[in-house]
């Protein structure tokens, strides 16, 4: 418990938080969006979420590193009965690029009694008996002519992350709408259970007051006996619907607690003295054109419809990719050089000069079966992708219609229960008017009140599954709308 503080008064104050104050004077009311900001501040998986653009930003990064240039050496040597045989000395500047071209710069230097011009080898015209010094500087490139032209594994890996990155971002919204439709059902299960709480309190009272009242009238000879045991009995009743209302809302308001936490990680605990608000419930009007535009938005920028076009993308890369790779492999290089030998120096001559070297690569698999599997399965993959963002538009746009009609009911229904509330009101103001008048029981009023408070809780329920509709519509537009 070290590590669970109270969400006290002041502590709420420090973080500045909309409350606004109500009921006494050390008590405060919490509205959604003053919780919400709290929990999109310091929640693990709001936290964790806001990490995902960091993180696409280094897998570019690191896509990045394969076009860096790269500096290597190689150097060895022999000696035989303390003469310098050989030593070679190999220094390489490589240079990749973004179409595919690699350039490279270097140094063979080579020296020793069975060094040759040209690869380092024993020279059996020297016959090993002459000290030999000689330096290469070479500059050129190796360009793929067929394979790896349009693109290869380098640049796709590069586009895969970049893609990565719009998908990190849509993955970063739909895990903050879904801690945000959690956070808003727990919210107004609390403000339901809360309201609750304070009809049974209500409710309690009034069965305490009559209690005393008929066991007045009895005592004074007004009231048969028989009465008080009706009354006491709808006491323990309302006695017992206190009890569970407490528990359930104080249950209620632990849960809510998961989504409170500090900066520093602590959990934080709700404090008693904290209470829920209506703000947030009010009716809200959609139009169908609204709806429609809506829908329009969701179908491209809902962040689940996002994440599955863009892993359609990748596959398009990789399918580009596998097609590049049916070509034969054909790779030129050409490297015009200088030489020194034992002090010598060739000059240039043009733009080739005199010395240069030039190869040609060239690689192909007879059947090319993994290269044609390959190309295959990402054909696969692509079906695959574009059936599933099908689907994904049609869960998408059926979830904000069924959303919609959720909140036009719960809005007909509260409307509906306001009336019953009202007119329970009435029956039981009728009820108390009669028996004070002596022309009804005790058993009727409860009964009556039995009804008004029935009433009265169903209307606290439809007010928070209206509030709860309002925000299962943004969840399921991908959008915050009120």
């Known amino acids: 418990m070290s590590k669970v503080r109270i969400v006290a008064f002041y502590f709420l104050l420090l973080w500045k938080l909309s409350f606004v104050h109500t009921f006494a004077q050390d008590s405060v009311t919490l509205t959604f969006d003053a919780f919400y900001e709290q929990v999109l501040r310091f929640h693990p998986i709001a936290r964790s979420a806001n990490l995902l653009p960091d993180m696409a930003q280094m897998e570019i990064r690191t896509a990045r590193g394969a076009f860096d240039p790269t500096i290597s050496a190689n150097y060895f040597g022999k000696r035989t009965k303390g003469d310098n045989s050989y030593t070679y000395f190999e220094p390489q500047l490589k240079i990749p690029t973004f179409v595919g071209v690699d350039i490279k710069a270097g140094l063979d230097q080579s020296d020793g009694l069975q060094v040759s011009d040209e690869m380092g080898k024993y020279d059996p015209v020297t016959k090993g008996t002459q000290q030999v010094q000689y330096q290469l500087f070479y500059a050129g490139v190796s360009v793929p002519v067929l394979r790896n032209l349009i693109t290869d594994s380098r640049r796709n890996a590069l586009r895969q992350a970049q893609l990565l990155q719009t998908l990190n971002e849509a993955e970063q919204i739909s895990a903050i709408n879904k801690l945000f439709l959690a956070s808003a059902k727990d919210y107004w299960d609390w403000q339901q259970s809360y309201q609750k709480y304070l009809l049974m309190v209500e409710n309690l009272a009034l069965a305490t007051t009559r209690l005393n009242f008929i066991k007045s009238r009895i005592a004074g000879g007004e009231e048969k006996p028989i009465d008080s045991v009706e009354a006491w009995v709808e006491y323990k009743r309302r006695e017992s619907l206190l009890a569970e209302a407490s528990i359930e809302q104080r249950n209620s308001a632990l849960i809510l607690s998961n989504y409170l936490w500090d900066e520093d990680g602590n959990a934080l605990l709700l404090a008693n003295t904290v209470r829920p608000s209506v703000r947030g419930s009010e009716f809200q009007s959609i139009s169908l054109d609204s709806l429609q535009r809506l829908s329009k938005s969701a179908e491209e920028l809902h962040p689940e419809i996002q994440k599955l076009q863009v892993k ?85 746009l059926n979830n904000i219609l069924v959303a919609y009609n959720e909140l036009n009911t719960f809005a007909q229904l509260l409307g509906i229960q306001q009336e019953l509330v009202r007119n329970a009101d009435l029956l039981l103001t009728a009820e108390i008017a009669r028996f004070e008048a002596g022309e009804s029981s005790l058993f009727l009023v409860n009964q009556r009140e039995r009804g008004l408070i029935e009433a009265r809780a169903k209307q606290v329920e439809l007010v928070a599954k209206y509030a709860k509709a309002k925000y299962q519509l943004q969840w399921a537009s991908g959008t915050r709308l009120f």
């Open 312 to 396: 359609l993308n990748q596959t398009e890369l990789e399918r580009k990719l596998a097609i590049e790779n049916l070509k034969p492999q054909l790779n030129l290089e050409y490297y015009p050089f200088q030489t020194y030998t034992a002090g010598s120096r060739d000059e240039v001559e043009g733009l080739f000069m005199k010395n240069y070297k030039f190869g040609a690569t060239f690689y192909s698999s007879v059947f090319l079966r993994k290269e044609r599997g390959k190309l295959a399965l990402t054909n696969f993959k692509i079906q695959q992708g574009k059936f599933q963002l099908q689907q994904g538009k049609r869960e998408v």
